[in-house]
C-alpha cells in the first residue's frame, strides 16, 4: 500500500491502475479510523479494483469555534487499518497542499439541503464538505466514492452536487455502524467518558423506540419526535440541538409520514457533539 502525501503522487498512482483497465473507488475520511470507516473502506475494495482512502482533517469544513485543533490525528494507526480493510493508496495531504492559498472558488450547495439539521448550527460547514469532496473527486477521479448513512445530510448534498454539476463518478451510501450498545461510531466518541459512552446509547435506542412505534401506525411526525425527546430525557445532560422528520433526499421537512421518512438527531454530551439518524420506511 502507498501512503501519498502530495497531489501529484496520489494522481500518478491512480493513472497507472487507470491504464490497467481498474475501476477506482474512493473513501474520503478525517482519519482516527474505526470500524465504521473500515465498513466503507471494505465496500470499495468489492465494487472497485483500486481503493484510494483519504485521511484529510479538512480545516474549511470546521466553524471557529469547533474542534479542528484537538480532533484526533494519528497516520500510522489509520494507515494499518487502510491496508489490512484492503486499501491501495492512503492519501494523506498536509494542509498547505489541499489549500496553498485563500480559495478564490467554493461549492456552494444551496437551499434545503445545507440550511437545516446540521447546517442550522454549523453555518459554512457543507460548504467546507462540498469544496473538499470536489477537490478531492478532480484529484482521484474515482469511478465510485464511498459515503456513509452515519452523516445522511452529508450523504444527500453530495449526491445532490453530484447530480447538479454532472460529476462523472457515483456515490454509494453505505449503512451505519455502531457499537455493541447501539452508539452510532464516530471518531468524536473519543471525547466522552466511560459513563457518557454509556449513557449516549439512550440516543440510538430514541430511534429504535420511533422506529417502533412507526412500524405500530404512527405516522404523526410531532407525535414521534415526543416520544424521541421523552426518551433522550431519561439523560439529563443530553441537550438535544435538533430531532427532525425531513424527505431523506431533499430533506424537506415532513408533518406525517406517508412512504419513507429520515428521522436524524444531534445532541450535545459533555464535550461531544453527536449525531445519529435512521430511514423510517414500511418497505425495508
Ligand atoms: P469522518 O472521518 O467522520 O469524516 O467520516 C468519513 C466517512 O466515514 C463519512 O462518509 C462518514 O459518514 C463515514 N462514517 C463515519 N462513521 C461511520 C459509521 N459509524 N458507520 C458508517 N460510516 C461512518
Not at 17 to 24: D, E, M, N, S, W
Not at 27 to 54: C, N, W, Y
Request: net charge negative; aromatic share 6%.
Amino acid at each position: 500500500m502507498i501512503i501519498a502525501k502530495t497531489i501529484n503522487e496520489v494522481r500518478q498512482a491512480v493513472s497507472q491502475a487507470k491504464q490497467k483497465g481498474q475501476k477506482v473507488g474512493l473513501v474520503p475520511t478525517m482519519g482516527a479510523l474505526h470500524a465504521g470507516h473500515v465498513s466503507l473502506i471494505r465496500e470499495a475494495a468489492k465494487q472497485t479494483d483500486f481503493v484510494v482512502v483519504s485521511v484529510f482533517v479538512n480545516p474549511t469544513q470546521f466553524g471557529p469555534n469547533e474542534d479542528f485543533d484537538k480532533y484526533p490525528r494519528n497516520l500510522n494507526a489509520d494507515a494499518d487499518v487502510c491496508e489490512k480493510a484492503g486499501a491501495d493508496v492512503v492519501f494523506a495531504p498536509e494542509v498547505n497542499e489541499m489549500y496553498p492559498k485563500q480559495l478564490d472558488t467554493w461549492v456552494n450547495v444551496e437551499g434545503k439541503l445545507t440550511e437545516t439539521l446540521c447546517g442550522a448550527s454549523r453555518p459554512g460547514h457543507f460548504r467546507g464538505v462540498a469544496t473538499v469532496c470536489t477537490k478531492l473527486f478532480n484529484i482521484v477521479l474515482p469511478d465510485l466514492a464511498f459515503f456513509g448513512q452515519k452523516d445522511a445530510q452529508q450523504v444527500a448534498v453530495i449526491k445532490n452536487m453530484v447530480k447538479d454539476l454532472n460529476m462523472p463518478l457515483e456515490i454509494v451510501a453505505c449503512p451505519i455502524i455502531r457499537e455493541e450498545s447501539g452508539l452510532a461510531m464516530s471518531s468524536r466518541n473519543k471525547y466522552l467518558s466511560e459513563t457518557q459512552r454509556e449513557q449516549a446509547a439512550v440516543i440510538s435506542r430514541s430511534l429504535r423506540e420511533c422506529e417502533a412505534a412507526f412500524l405500530d401506525g404512527e405516522t404523526d411526525c410531532a407525535k414521534l419526535k415526543l416520544l424521541i425527546m421523552t426518551t433522550l430525557s431519561e439523560v439529563p445532560t443530553i441537550e438535544p440541538e435538533y430531532i427532525c422528520f425531513v424527505y431523506p433526499d431533499t430533506l424537506e421537512p415532513l408533518d406525517e409520514i406517508t412512504d419513507r421518512a429520515l428521522v436524524a438527531i444531534a445532541v450535545r454530551l459533555g464535550p461531544a457533539r453527536l449525531i445519529d439518524n435512521k430511514i423510517l420506511s414500511l418497505n425495508k
